[in-house]
């Protein structure tokens, strides 16, 4: 089945404990993106990557850091986490000439 | 600078009505259109998109929409809801450039609440 894989689905974290949500796609597209939702704000780019090794900030990218080493995969890391991270994460992933496919989403809530 | 607007933030309705939702965007260039479907507690679901064609595409749930290039827009819409289609509706626009750059961009999100 075509998905992408978002983990974890709950997070709950302490300021400044670097985490890592981890992004894994099986359709070998080779456009992946990160995306935090908040309410009345809709969804807004973090990071996006157009392919391995080529990465590049979205609208709202500061306090965060990808990687893409891998085509399937699009970690994102919070290296010191604060409050204003809260909020509800996707992960997203197409190819030219298709729509988007997105991962579950993750909640992460820093204290 | 390449923005998507969705006119209606809250939108409530009595089952059987009749829905539309406005979706208008800035930019000159290429576009592929997006309507998206988040339930409550649940990831985003894909409604219907638009890369070329029909202007008037038809979804998933009885749902279709309309571009009209001259406007910018892309509303949605729904001859007649149900309480089942309470939930969160995002338009989303795929911005096109050249050397393969593309930017998926959202609205804010419309709420739509219906009423048995």
């Known amino acids: 089945e075509a998905q992408v894989t978002q983990n974890p689905r709950y997070l709950i974290t302490v300021t400044g404990k670097k985490l890592t949500v981890t992004c894994s796609q099986n359709?070998?597209?080779?456009?992946m993106s990160w995306y935090r939702q908040d309410p009345g704000l809709g969804l807004r780019q973090i990071y996006y990557s157009m392919n391995v090794e080529v990465t590049d900030k979205g609208d709202v990218p500061e306090g965060y850091k990808v990687s893409r080493k891998e085509k399937r995969n699009f970690p994102l890391i919070l290296e010191s986490p604060s409050p204003n991270q809260t909020s509800l994460y996707f992960c997203?992933?197409?190819?030219?000439?298709?729509?988007?496919?997105f991962g579950s989403g993750t909640r992460l809530t820093v204290v | 600078a390449q923005s998507v607007s969705q006119h209606n933030h809250h939108v409530i309705l009595s089952e059987a009505a009749s829905l539309e939702l406005g979706c208008n965007y800035s930019?000159?260039?290429?576009?592929?259109l997006f309507w998206y479907v988040q339930y409550p507690g649940q990831h985003l679901q894909l409604l219907l998109k638009?890369?070329?064609?029909?202007?008037l595409v038809k979804g998933i749930k009885g749902f279709e929409a309309e571009f009209i290039k001259s406007k910018f827009s892309f509303n949605l819409r729904k001859p007649s809801v149900q309480w089942s289609d309470t939930a969160e509706y995002f338009c989303?626009?795929?911005?096109?450039?050249?050397?393969?750059?593309?930017?998926?961009?959202f609205g804010a999100g419309t709420r739509l609440a219906v009423h048995p």
């Open positions: 997203a992933s197409s190819s030219t000439g298709s729509g988007y496919t």
């Open positions: 638009y890369f070329s064609g029909d202007p």
């Open positions: 989303a626009v795929r911005f096109l450039g050249a050397g393969g750059y593309n930017k998926l961009i």
């Open positions: 359709m070998n597209h080779e456009y």
């Open positions: 930019y000159g260039g290429t576009v592929n």
